[in-house]
């Protein structure tokens, strides 16, 4: 899932993406510094570099000199999206799962974190499950669970180079563990962090793997296996590319 660079990165490329990201997941304008010291830039790059989405129409600079989305970065959203066919391919099979009652789930993974493309709880609108929750720590998280676990030991160390791992800290051999044990499964069943006794259960979908699909909810052991053999049915037909 990880493809190594196999020649030397692009720095500029990257700093970039990095940028550009950041910007994306600001719930609200953000100021050039700021965005900097997130992500741990030069400020006086970052600014060349917002100045740049900005002449390119992926972002937009507000009234108070904040920067946020432009509609170029919608257009690029939507495009991926569509184009890909993942979408399209999915909502059949996230439609067919929510007969169980369940929250359905389809989500990637960037670096340490899980992009849900589809979150919705029972008796929602299939529609408004689109895009409706933002990102979230992947170790927190079912599909984060089964997609880290589709890397090597040596990857997921990097990703949590000097940063503390949400739920697990006695820190990274107490996760290798985990992922370990999700990868003798071929699926991962996560305890709910809340007083609700739910669990979530996940699957990874593509090959190579892109995706991850969960169903999350009052999860019985006994209820594992029915739910996992129909997560994989739906992984199938959502990995299934032309």
Do not use: C
């Not at 184009?83 to 789930?105: C, D, M």
């Not at 089964?146 to 000097?162: C, G, K, P």
């Not at 909810?217 to 990995?239: F, K, Q």
């Amino acid at each position: 899932m990880r493809t190594s660079l196999g020649a030397q990165p692009n720095q500029s490329l990257i700093d970039g993406i990095a940028t550009l990201q950041a910007l994306a997941t600001s719930p609200e304008p953000i100021g050039g510094r700021e965005l900097a010291r997130r992500i741990n830039l030069e400020p006086t790059k970052v600014n060349r570099l917002l100045k740049t989405l900005t002449h390119l129409g992926i972002a937009r600079q507000t009234s108070n000199r904040k920067y946020t989305a432009g509609p170029g970065m919608h257009v690029l959203a939507a495009q991926s999206l569509f184009a890909s066919g993942l979408i399209n391919r999915a909502l059949p099979a996230l439609e067919n799962l929510r007969q169980f009652g369940h929250t359905v789930a389809l989500g990637v993974l960037w670096n340490d974190n899980v992009s849900y493309l589809f979150h919705a709880p029972p008796g929602l609108e299939v529609s408004r499950g689109l895009g409706r929750i933002g990102l979230l720590p992947a170790t927190t998280s079912g599909i984060g669970m089964v997609l880290l676990s589709e890397l090597d030991n040596e990857d997921v160390r990097q990703i949590y180079e000097d940063r503390e791992i949400p739920r697990y800290p006695d820190g990274i051999d107490a996760l290798f563990y985990k992922l370990d044990e999700i990868r003798k499964l071929g699926y991962a069943r996560i305890k709910v962090e809340d007083d609700r006794g739910h669990h979530i259960v996940a699957v990874s979908t593509g090959d190579p793997v892109h995706a991850g699909l969960a169903l999350s909810g009052w999860i019985p052991e006994g209820a594992t296996e029915e739910l996992v053999a129909r997560l994989r049915l739906g992984a199938s037909e959502i990995g299934r590319e032309t």
